[in-house]
C-alpha cells in the first residue's frame, strides 16, 4: 500500500515537473513571437528593408574585394622594389637600367589599379547611401505605426487593466521602450548587415585564395559566434529587465510630478527621490579576437587571404554596439508588443453589438454582485436588484464607500459584474454596442476633469458637431457663461492640465455644460454640484432639473436639497439596496434616508452653501494660460555643454573610465601594429591582448555609461522637485513634457558614453597611432593621407549639425506627444465615458506627424553622409596606390616600410566612428536640456536650508497688503491688497465666489508663490525669511480634490510627517480622528491595502479621510482646510467635522467652505471680493451688519 502511495508521490511529483517545464517552454516561445523587431512592418517596409539589405550587403564586400586588388599590387610592388633596389656595385649598370626600364610598364599597371579603388569607392558609395536611407524610412515608417498601435491599444483597454497598471509605466513604454525599438531596426541594423557581410566576404575570399591559412585563422570562429550569439540572448533579456525598472520609476515620477502640490506641502521630496534611486541596471559588452596565419611562397597571395580574413574579423567585433542595439530592441519589443496583441475583453474600439433604433431609457440592475478585479475579496454590490422607469430621476444615497459610484461605472461598463445582468430598454448591455451606448450617457463626475484646451474645447468634447451658439447656451445652463465672458479670452481661453488654471467650482460648471452640450438620453450625476457656492448651484440645479425631462437621471449626492425631489430616492447600505421611494415615503418609513436627513436637520435645518458674489474682476482672476503661447512649440534656447562637463558626471567611476582608456589605447594601437608586425608571427600575442583589452573595456565603459545614465536620471527628477510650482504651471512643463524628458534624456545621453565612448577612444588611438608608425616609415604618403582628413572631418560635421537640428525639432515634438499620452491616461474614466479615443488618438498622431516627416527628410542626409564616411577611404586609398608607385619609381621608399598597410585599418576604425554621429547629436540636445534644468535657479528653493527657524511657533498669521498674479498670467491679478490677521489659536474663515484668491491666500501661506507686494507674515516674520521647509512642516493641509499615492493606507498617512518615523499607533489615532480607523480594519489587509493609483480603489468620500488624516498625523499648529469635507456624506461629515473641530483647539485654522455649517463657529469670518477683504467680522457681527454675508443667509434660507 506504501510502495503504491510513494509510486504515485513520484508521478504527481513528475508531472508537476512536466507541466513546469512546458510553462517554461510556452513562456519562451511567446517571448520569442512578441520580441520580434519587424512583427508590424507592412509591404512597402519589407521591400524597403530587403533593398537596404542587399546594398548593406554589397557594401560590406567593398573592403575585402579591395584586398584582392591590394594582393595583386603588392606582388607587384615587391618585385619592383627588389628590381630597383640591386646592388650596383656587383651588376652592371646596364643591367640595371634594363631591369629598371621592364618595370615602368609595372607601374603603369598599379594606375590602372588604382582606378579599381575608385570604381568600387563610388559602388560603396551608392550602396551604402541606399542602405542607410531604405532602413532609416522603414524604421521610421514602422516606429510611427508601432506608436500609435501601442497609443490606441492603451486607450481602448479596460478600467480592470488600468487598476493594477500603474500610469507612469506606459508613458516609459511610449517614450524610451520605443526609441529603443527604433534604434534597433533603423541604420543600425543595416550597419550590423554590412559588418557581417565584410566578415562573409573576408571568409569567402580568405578560402578561395588560400583554405589553409584561412582554417588556421578561422580556429577561434566558433568562439566568436557562440560568445556572441550568448551575449545577444543574455543583452535581450537583460534589457528586458532593465526597462520593467525604468517604466517602474516612470511611474513613481509619474506619480509624484502629477502630485507636486501634495508632495512640496509635505515635505516630501527627499522621500519621494530616495524611491528613484532604487534603480539598477547591468551593461555587458562582448569581444574577439583574431589569430595566426602561415606564410605562403606567394605574398600577394598572402596578404588576400590574411587581410581579408582579418578585416573580415575585425568587422564581426566592430558589430558589437549595433548588436547591442538590436538585442536592446528585442528586449523593448517585448513588453510593448504584448499590450499591443493584449486581448480587451471590453473593447470601445469595437463595432460589434446592437444599436438601438429609439433608446427610451429603460434602466435595470438584477441580483448584481460585484468586486473590483483589484480587490477581488472586497464585495462591493452584493445582490442589487434595481429598475429605473424612462425618464425617472432617481438618488441614490448612502454612505461613502456603499457601491453608489460603482453602480454608475457598471452601467457604463467600465466593469462588468462576474454575477447578474444590467439591461438597458431590456437588453443586456454586453450585446448593446459599447460606444453607441457610452455616447448616449452624460456623466459629471464628483471630481470634473477638464482638458489641456480652451474652455470651448472642454464643452465641445461632450459633442464633436456641437456649434458655437450650443457652446454659448451649455455654458448659460450650467451658470459658467458670465464669468467665462469676462475672461480675457472668452472661451478660448486654456484651462491648463487637468483644468488646473481654474478653481473647483469654475471646473464644474464647465463639466456640467460639457454633459449638457451632449443632450443625453441618460444623465449621471456624481456630486455634480459639491463644489458649487448657493447661488451657482441654484442657478445649475435648475437648469440640471430642466435637463432632466424626458431623461433618464440617476443622481449621487450628499446635499439632500439636490434629491428631495428625485422620482424615487434609494438607500445604501453595505452593497445592498435597503429601502427605496419618495422622498416623504422614505421620512414616514424612518429608516436609512430618514437617518441622513435628520442628521443634516440636526446641524442647520439643511445643508447650506454660501452664495456666489460675483464680482467684476474676482472671476477673471485665475491663472489661465494664453492660447497661442500653449498649442505653439515655442523654441528653447539651451546653454551650448561641452563634452567634458558630460564627462565630469563619471567622476564617482573614474578609476573605471581611467582602466577603459588605457585598455581602450592600447586596443587602438594593437590595430595598426599589425600592419608592422604580422610579418613577425606574433598576431597570436597581439589576439590573446585584444580580446583581454576588449573585455575589459566593455565592462569599464558599460559600468561609467549605465551609472551615468542613472546618475542623470536621479538628478534630473531631484532638480525637478526643486523647481517653484510656478514653473510647473508653465505648459513647457507639463507633467507629460517632463515625463517624456525624464525618460528619454538620460538615455540618449548614453549615446555619447559606454561602448561609444570605447569606440571614440579607440578610434582616437588606432589614428594617433598609425599617424606615427606612417611618419617612421614613410613621411611623403602620410601627408598625402592628412591632407585627405579635413574633407572627413567636414562631412562629419556637417551631418552632425544637421542631426542635432532634427534632434531638437523631433525631442520637442515628442514631449508634446508624451504631453498628450499622459493626460489621456492619466484621465482615462473621463475619456472612455466621453467615448473621444478616437479624437485624442487623432491629436496624438498629429503631434507625431512632424517628427515622422522630420524623419523622413533626415534619411538621404543620413544616407549622403554615412556613404561619404564609408567610401572616401577608397578614394583616397586611390590617392595612396597612385603616389605610392611614384615614389617607390623614384626610390623614396620601398614596400618594407608598410606605410599603406598601417593605416588601412586606421581608416576602417574611423569610418566606423564616423556612424556613430547621429547618436552624439542626439545626445548633445539632451546634454543640453538636462544641464539647462540642473543649472535652472529656482525662484522657491524647496531644497534651501536657508533662512530662520523659530524655536517656537505659535501660528500667528498675517496677510499684509498683498498683491498677487500668477506667473502665467502676470496681467491678471487675483490678490489686490488682501489685509487679514488671525491670531493664534484662532479659526478664520474665507468666503467668496469660486476663483476669487481664497485657495490663492493657502497656497502663499505654504510658499508655494511669492506675492509680487505685500507680505505673508508667520508670528511676526516675513515667511520668505523662514527655514522653508521647517514652515511647510508647520502647516497642515486638506485640499478640495485630495490626491493618495499608490502605496498602502498606513504609508499615505505616514506620508503627513515625512521628517521622522511615524508609529503605528500614530496612524491609528490619526486615522480614528478623521473617521476611517473602523473602515480600515473590515477591509482584508487593513493598513497594508493598497489604495491604486491616485487613490482609485477608494471612493471620494474614503480618500477624503485619509487625506485628513495624513494632516493630522503631522500634528501641525496651523491647519489648512481647503473644502476639506466636501466629499463626504452626511454622516461621516457629522463625524469628521466634530473630529476636525477637535483638533482645530490650540491650533490657527483657515477654512474655505461653501458649507456654512462648517464656518459658522469661526473666530473670524472674511468675505473676499475684487482680490481683498470687503467684511470680516463673526457670524453673528456680519448678520448684524446686513451686508455681503447677511445676503448669504438670506439666501441660503430661501434655498
Excluded at 527655514?1027 to 502605496?1047: A, K, M, N, T, Y
Aim: with cysteine.
Amino acid at each position: 500500500m506504501l510502495d503504491k502511495i510513494e509510486k504515485r508521490r513520484k508521478e504527481r511529483k513528475k508531472e508537476k515537473k512536466e507541466r513546469k517545464k512546458e510553462r517554461k517552454k510556452e513562456r519562451k516561445k511567446e517571448r520569442k513571437k512578441e520580441s520580434r523587431s519587424f512583427t508590424f512592418s507592412d509591404a512597402l517596409d519589407i521591400i524597403l528593408i530587403i533593398v537596404g539589405s542587399i546594398a548593406a550587403v554589397a557594401a560590406g564586400t567593398g573592403q575585402p574585394i579591395i584586398i584582392i586588388i591590394f594582393g595583386q599590387m603588392t606582388n607587384s610592388f615587391v618585385v619592383t622594389s627588389l628590381n630597383l633596389f640591386v646592388d650596383f656595385s656587383t651588376s652592371g649598370w646596364l643591367e640595371a637600367l634594363n631591369k629598371f626600364l621592364k618595370n615602368v610598364l609595372t607601374l603603369h599597371i598599379f594606375h590602372s589599379h588604382a582606378y579599381y579603388f575608385v570604381g568600387i569607392g563610388f559602388a560603396v558609395l551608392l550602396c551604402s547611401f541606399f542602405e542607410i536611407w531604405t532602413f532609416v524610412i522603414a524604421s521610421a515608417r514602422q516606429t510611427s505605426r508601432i506608436r500609435d498601435k501601442f497609443f490606441f491599444a492603451v486607450l481602448h483597454q479596460e478600467m480592470a487593466w488600468f487598476d493594477t497598471t500603474p500610469i507612469g509605466t506606459l508613458n516609459t513604454r511610449l517614450t524610451e521602450d520605443i526609441n529603443t525599438i527604433h534604434k534597433g531596426i533603423g541604420d543600425k541594423i543595416a550597419i550590423l548587415i554590412q559588418n557581417f557581410s565584410t566578415f562573409l566576404t573576408g571568409i569567402i575570399i580568405g578560402f578561395a585564395y588560400g583554405w589553409k591559412l584561412t582554417l588556421v585563422i578561422l580556429s577561434v570562429t566558433p568562439l566568436i559566434a557562440v560568445s556572441g550569439g550568448l551575449w545577444s540572448y543574455i543583452l535581450s533579456i537583460l534589457t528586458t529587465k532593465e526597462l520593467m525598472a525604468y517604466a517602474k520609476a516612470g511611474s513613481v515620477a509619474e506619480e509624484i510630478l502629477s502630485a507636486i502640490r501634495t508632495v512640496i506641502a509635505f515635505n516630501g521630496q527627499k522621500k519621494n527621490y530616495n524611491n528613484i534611486l532604487d534603480i539598477e541596471t547591468m551593461h555587458l559588452q562582448s569581444c574577439c579576437t583574431i589569430t595566426l596565419g602561415t606564410l605562403y611562397p606567394d605574398i600577394g597571395c598572402y596578404y588576400s587571404v590574411f587581410f581579408s580574413v582579418l578585416i573580415g574579423a575585425f568587422s564581426l567585433g566592430q558589430a558589437s554596439p549595433n548588436l547591442e542595439n538590436v538585442a536592446n530592441a528585442r528586449g523593448a519589443a517585448y513588453q510593448v508588443f504584448k499590450i499591443i496583441k493584449k486581448p480587451r475583453p471590453i473593447d470601445s474600439s469595437s463595432t460589434e453589438g446592437f444599436k438601438l433604433d429609439k433608446l427610451r431609457g429603460e434602466i435595470e440592475f438584477k441580483n448584481i454582485y460585484f468586486s473590483y478585479p483589484s480587490r477581488p475579496n472586497i464585495q462591493i454590490l452584493r445582490g442589487l436588484n434595481l429598475k429605473i422607469q424612462p425618464g425617472q430621476t432617481i438618488a441614490l444615497v448612502g454612505s461613502s464607500g456603499c457601491g453608489k459610484s460603482t453602480t454608475i461605472q457598471l452601467l457604463q461598463r467600465f466593469y462588468d459584474p462576474p454575477q447578474g445582468q444590467i439591461t438597458i430598454d431590456g437588453h443586456d448591455i454586453r450585446t448593446l454596442n459599447i460606444k453607441w451606448m457610452r455616447e448616449n450617457i452624460g456623466i459629471v463626475s464628483q471630481e470634473p476633469v477638464l482638458f489641456a484646451t480652451t474652455i470651448a474645447g472642454n464643452i465641445r468634447y461632450g459633442k464633436e458637431d456641437i456649434t458655437d451658439a450650443e457652446i454659448e447656451q451649455a455654458a448659460k445652463e450650467a451658470n459658467a457663461y458670465d464669468f467665462i465672458m469676462k475672461l480675457p479670452d472668452k472661451f478660448n481661453t486654456m484651462v491648463g492640465e487637468r483644468g488646473a488654471q481654474l478653481s473647483g467650482g469654475q471646473k464644474q460648471r464647465i463639466a456640467i455644460a460639457r454633459a449638457l452640450a451632449r443632450n443625453p438620453k441618460i444623465l449621471l450625476l456624481d456630486e455634480a454640484t459639491s463644489a458649487l457656492d448657493n447661488q451657482s448651484e441654484s442657478i445649475v440645479q435648475a437648469a440640471l432639473d430642466q435637463a432632466r425631462a424626458g431623461r433618464t437621471t440617476i443622481v449621487i449626492a450628499h446635499r439632500l436639497s439636490t434629491i428631495r425631489t428625485a422620482d424615487v430616492i434609494a438607500g445604501f447600505e453595505k452593497g445592498v439596496l435597503v429601502e427605496q421611494g419618495t422622498h416623504s415615503e422614505l421620512m414616514a418609513h424612518k429608516g436609512v434616508y430618514y437617518a441622513l436627513v435628520m442628521q443634516q436637520v440636526m446641524r442647520f435645518s439643511v445643508s447650506v452653501i454660501l452664495s456666489d458674489i460675483s464680482p467684476i474682476n474676482c472671476i477673471a482672476a485665475c491663472n489661465l494660460v494664453n492660447k497661442e503661447n500653449f498649442l505653439s512649440l515655442q523654441k528653447e534656447t539651451l546653454p551650448d555643454v561641452p563634452y567634458t562637463r558630460i564627462l565630469a558626471l563619471n567622476k564617482p567611476e573614474l578609476c573605471y573610465i581611467a582602466v577603459g582608456v588605457v585598455a581602450a589605447a592600447i586596443a587602438g594601437g594593437v590595430t595598426p601594429a599589425f600592419a608592422v608586425l604580422f610579418g613577425k608571427i606574433i598576431g597570436v600575442c597581439l589576439g590573446l591582448l585584444n580580446f583581454c583589452l576588449y573585455l575589459l573595456q566593455g565592462f569599464t565603459f558599460g559600468k561609467s555609461g549605465e551609472a551615468l545614465t542613472m546618475r542623470l536620471r536621479s538628478l534630473s527628477f531631484k532638480a525637478l522637485l526643486q523647481q517653484e510650482i510656478g514653473w510647473f504651471d508653465d505648459h513647457n512643463n507639463g507633467i507629460g513634457v517632463l515625463l517624456t524628458r525624464l525618460s528619454t534624456d538620460a538615455s540618449q545621453v548614453k549615446g555619447a558614453t559606454g561602448s561609444r565612448l570605447a569606440l571614440m577612444t579607440m578610434t582616437f588611438f588606432t589614428l594617433v597611432t598609425a599617424l606615427i608608425i606612417a611618419f617612421a616609415h614613410g613621411w611623403h604618403l602620410t601627408l598625402l593621407i592628412l591632407a585627405c582628413i579635413p574633407f572627413i572631418i567636414v562631412a562629419k560635421a556637417i551631418q552632425a549639425k544637421s542631426m542635432e537640428g532634427h534632434a531638437a525639432q523631433d525631442q520637442k515634438a515628442l514631449e508634446e506627444a508624451g504631453r498628450i499620452s499622459t493626460e489621456v491616461v492619466e484621465n482615462i474614466r473621463t475619456v472612455v465615458a466621453l467615448t473621444r479615443e478616437d479624437r485624442f488618438f487623432e491629436n496624438y498622431k498629429a503631434s507625431l506627424y512632424k517628427p515622422y516627416k522630420d524623419s523622413i527628410k533626415k534619411a538621404p542626409i543620413n544616407g549622403i553622409s554615412y556613404a561619404i564616411g564609408q567610401s572616401f577611404n577608397f578614394f583616397i586609398n586611390a590617392a595612396v596606390f597612385r603616389f605610392g608607385a611614384w615614389l617607390i619609381a623614384h626610390c623614396f621608399m620601398n614596400f618594407e616600410q608598410l606605410v599603406f598597410s598601417s593605416v588601412i585599418f586606421a581608416a576602417m576604425n574611423a569610418g566606423q566612428a564616423n556612424s556613430l554621429a547621429p547618436d552624439f547629436s542626439k545626445s548633445k540636445v539632451s546634454a543640453q536640456r538636462i544641464f539647462h534644468l540642473l543649472d535652472r535657479k529656482p525662484v522657491i528653493d524647496s531644497y534651501s536650508e536657508e533662512g530662520e527657524k523659530l524655536e517656537k511657533f505659535e501660528g500667528n498669521i498675517e496677510f499684509k497688503d498683498i498683491h498677487f498674479a500668477y506667473p502665467t498670467r502676470p496681467e491678471v491679478q487675483v490678490l489686490q491688497g488682501l489685509n487679514v490677521k488671525i491670531n493664534k489659536g484662532q479659526t478664520l474663515a474665507l468666503v467668496g465666489s469660486s476663483g476669487c484668491g481664497k485657495s490663492t491666500s493657502i497656497q502663499l501661506l505654504e510658499r508655494f508663490y511669492d506675492p509680487i507686494s505685500g507680505q505673508v507674515i508667520a508670528d511676526g516674520v516675513d515667511t520668505k525669511s523662514l527655514h522653508i521647509q521647517w514652515l511647510r512642516s508647520r502647516l497642515g493641509l486638506v485640499q478640495q480634490e485630495p490626491i493618495l499615492f499608490d502605496c498602502s493606507i498606513a504609508e499615505n498617512i505616514q506620508y503627513g510627517d515625512n521628517s521622522r518615523v511615524v508609529s503605528q499607533e500614530e496612524i491609528e489615532e490619526a486615522a480614528k480622528a478623521a473617521n476611517i480607523h473602523n473602515f480600515i480594519e473590515n477591509l482584508p489587509e487593513k493598513y497594508n491595502t493598497r489604495v491604486g493609483d491616485k487613490g482609485a480603489q477608494l471612493s471620494g468620500g474614503q480618500k477624503q479621510r485619509i487625506a485628513i488624516a495624513r494632516a493630522l498625523v503631522r500634528k501641525p499648529a496651523v491647519l489648512l482646510l481647503d473644502e476639506a469635507t466636501s466629499a463626504l456624506d452626511t454622516e461621516s461629515e457629522k463625524i469628521v467635522q466634530k473630529a476636525l473641530d477637535e483638533a482645530r483647539k490650540g491650533r490657527t485654522c483657515i477654512v474655505i467652505a461653501h458649507r456654512l455649517s462648517t464656518i459658522q463657529n469661526s473666530d473670524i469670518i472674511a468675505v473676499i471680493q475684487n482680490g481683498r477683504v470687503v467684511e470680516q467680522g463673526t457670524h453673528s457681527q456680519l448678520l448684524a451688519l446686513e451686508g455681503f454675508y447677511y445676503a448669504l443667509v438670506n439666501a441660503q434660507v430661501s434655498h
